[in-house]
């Protein structure tokens, strides 16, 4: 199994009104390809700030960091606008799709950046859509689809690159507990089947027994990993446990 993540001591701080603050401190996390791992947090615990370090939209200030085997801290900016746009993608809460633009053609939207050809987009879109059971959709709007549907029309966009890294924040904010957990197995399976390394930052703790591996963020700082679906069904509360590292035990 290739790593396509892996941080060692990363840190990240910001100015703050009178103290610095202290976004992340001193992280590692190893991520490898077909691995999906939940990040979660109380707002402020610093989930967002380690997906946009990890994405390559902001530079942490100390420790190591590499990503689809670029050096984080010592790549340019135009190397880390390349691995954005073809090794790394994001899926949003908010779906982020082009309202005026039907769901097909939201997917062809990366296609036509990379200057695929036009049959090769066409069997490309309809593939996507296959793949998270939206193909009678195809040419409905944004506003004709449920937020369950965009979302899925956003999450086949983000594979229309064949990326080996899908970076979610909150993918579920916006759906109902249902809808959202069927937007977790979707995921899971698009890492399963494609071999994509996935990290999602959440706050439903009832979805995250999906994923692989669960890193808890405190105050920028890891405070556990464990398996999610332990912790859900011993803390159905969502309160806080402690934890070491854990790997998922094979099917009996």
């Known amino acids: 199994m290739s790593t396509i993540v892996e941080l060692r001591g990363v840190t990240k701080d910001y100015p703050g009104a009178r103290d610095v603050v202290h976004a992340l401190r001193s992280v590692d996390l190893s991520v490898g390809a077909g691995k999906l791992v939940a990040v979660h947090g109380r707002s402020g615990s610093g989930k967002t700030t380690l997906l946009n370090v990890i994405g390559g939209l902001d530079r942490a200030d100390a420790g190591e960091a590499e990503v689809c085997g670029l050096d984080l801290f010592a790549a340019s900016d135009r190397e880390l606008a390349e ?24 997917v062809e939207v990366p296609l036509r950046l990379q200057g ?14 296959d793949l998270v059971g939206l193909a ?34 909150e993918p ?9 957990a069927e937007i977790m197995a979707l995921i899971h399976q698009v ?16 979805i995250i027994d999906v ?42």
């Open 211 to 252: 994923a692989d591996h669960q890193l808890e963020l405190s105050d920028g700082a890891v405070v556990n990993g464990q398996r999610p679906r332990s912790y859900a069904e011993s803390h159905p509360g969502g309160s806080e446990a402690d934890g070491a590292g854990w790997s998922r035990p094979e099917p009996s």
């Open 116 to 129: 695929i050809a036009r049959d090769a987009r066409a069997a490309r879109v309809r593939e996507l859509l």
């Open 136 to 169: 009678p959709r195809a040419a409905h709007r944004p506003s004709e689809l449920s937020g369950g549907e965009q979302q899925r029309v956003a999450i086949a966009r983000s594979l229309a690159a064949s990326p080996s890294l899908l970076i979610a924040d």
């Open 83 to 106: 691995l954005r746009r073809t090794r790394v993608s994001f899926v949003f809460q908010a779906f982020g799709l082009l309202p005026v633009l039907s769901a097909a053609e939201n």
């Open 191 to 206: 890492v399963a089947e494609r071999s994509v390394a996935a990290i999602v930052a959440t706050h439903d703790l009832s």
């Open 172 to 180: 579920t904010g916006q759906l109902d507990s249902r809808t959202g």
